[in-house]
C-alpha cells in the first residue's frame, strides 16, 4: 500500500522567511512524487515533480529515500505563495496517492 | 481546450435523494480520476479509469456510490441514497499517460463539484 503523509495542517510564516513544507511516503516501489498547489478560487495544479528536478516559481524539492521524504523548500517566502500544498505519490499504474494537505499562510 | 469541466458546481440536496455528478475531461486523455475532498480526510481517490475501463474503485466508499464512463468524454458519479457525510468537494481530473521515461501525467483537475446533503 502507499501513503502520503503531511504533518502540518498549517504552516504560517512571516515574508521573506524560509519555508518547508514536509512530506514523507511510503510506498514498495521506486516512487514518483509531485507537488500540486491549489491558490484561492484556482484549479488544483502541479507545481512540481521529482524527476525534473527544476525550481518552479522558487519553490524546490528532492526525494531523499533514504528518509522517504520529499519536503518543499523555498528560501524566501512571498505573500503569493499563501496557498494549499499537496504532496503526492503515483505507483506504476499512474495512480496518484495525495497527502492531507498543508495550508501555507505567509504574513506581511 | 476549456481543461476539466464538471457540473454541477455547487449541489444542495436532503438526506436519501440521488445525487450525479458529471465530468467532461481533456480531449485525447486516457485516464480519468474522480477525487473527493473534506478538511478532516483531505484529498481522497475514490475511482479511476483508463480508456473508458475503471481500473481501481477502492476507493468508494460504499454501494452507494458508483461511477461511470460510457466514453472518452463523458463520467459521472452517482450517490444514491446521499447522506450528510457524503457533503464534500468532488472533483475530477484528467491525464495522459506517457510512456517516455516511465513518467506519470500531469492531472489536470476541474473545478469540483461542491456537495452540501442535508
Known amino acids: 500500500a502507499q501513503r502520503v503523509t503531511q504533518p502540518e495542517k498549517l504552516l504560517s510564516v512571516f515574508k521573506g522567511a524560509p519555508v518547508e513544507l514536509k512530506c514523507n511516503y511510503s510506498y514498495s516501489g521506486s516512487p514518483e512524487l509531485f507537488w500540486y498547489v491549489q491558490y484561492s478560487r484556482q484549479r488544483l495544479q502541479l507545481l512540481l515533480r521529482h524527476i525534473s528536478r527544476e525550481s518552479i516559481k522558487g519553490f524546490t524539492a528532492d526525494l531523499n529515500k533514504g528518509e522517504t521524504s520529499f519536503h518543499l523548500k523555498k528560501p524566501f517566502a512571498q505573500e503569493e505563495d499563501s496557498a494549499m500544498y499537496y504532496c503526492?505519490?503515483?505507483?506504476?499504474?499512474?495512480?496518484?496517492?495525495f497527502g492531507g494537505g498543508t495550508r501555507l499562510m505567509v504574513k506581511p | 481546450d476549456a481543461g476539466v469541466i464538471q457540473s454541477p458546481r455547487h449541489e444542495v440536496t436532503e438526506m436519501g435523494q440521488e445525487v450525479t455528478l458529471r465530468c467532461k475531461p481533456i480531449s485525447g486523455h486516457d485516464y480519468l480520476f474522480w477525487y473527493r475532498q473534506t478538511m478532516m480526510r483531505g484529498l481522497e481517490l475514490l475511482i479511476y479509469?483508463?480508456?473508458?475501463?475503471?481500473?481501481?474503485d477502492s476507493g468508494m466508499p460504499e454501494d452507494r456510490f458508483s461511477a461511470k464512463m460510457p466514453n472518452a468524454s463523458f463520467s459521472t458519479l452517482k450517490i444514491q441514497p446521499s447522506e450528510p457525510r457524503d457533503s464534500a468537494v468532488y472533483f475530477c481530473?484528467?491525464?495522459?499517460?506517457?510512456?517516455?521515461?516511465?513518467?506519470?501525467?500531469?492531472?489536470?483537475f476541474g473545478e469540483g463539484s461542491r456537495l452540501t446533503v442535508l
Open positions: 481530473a484528467s491525464s495522459l499517460w506517457t510512456l517516455a521515461g516511465g513518467r506519470t501525467g500531469e492531472l489536470f
Open positions: 479509469f483508463n480508456n473508458n475501463v475503471p481500473i481501481d
Open positions: 503526492a505519490l503515483a505507483n506504476a499504474g499512474n495512480m496518484l496517492t
